[in-house]
């Protein structure tokens, strides 16, 4: 099994509702395995979203830097 989950948003603007939906169920997978989820490449607005649906808290995240 995989240590580690690394999705990139790089080509990402926006997460809808069911983008959330199909996230969280990454995050409880990669939970019930073991590895740790790292979001990378997220954009402000994206990475203010996660924060506040609390999906910060059992991820990574990685904001953009440009």
């Not at 983008?19 to 997978?29: M, N």
């Not at 939970?31 to 989820?37: E, F, H, I, L």
Request: hydrophobic share 45%; aromatic share 4%.
């Amino acid at each position: 099994g995989a240590q580690e989950i690394i999705v990139n948003f790089s080509r990402t603007e926006i997460v809808n509702s069911i983008g959330i939906s199909i996230l969280t169920g990454v995050i409880d997978a990669a939970a019930g395995a073991g590895a740790r989820v790292i979001f990378s490449d997220v954009n402000e607005h994206t990475a203010e979203l996660f924060e506040m649906l609390g999906l910060s808290r059992h991820v990574e995240l990685k904001q953009r830097t440009n």
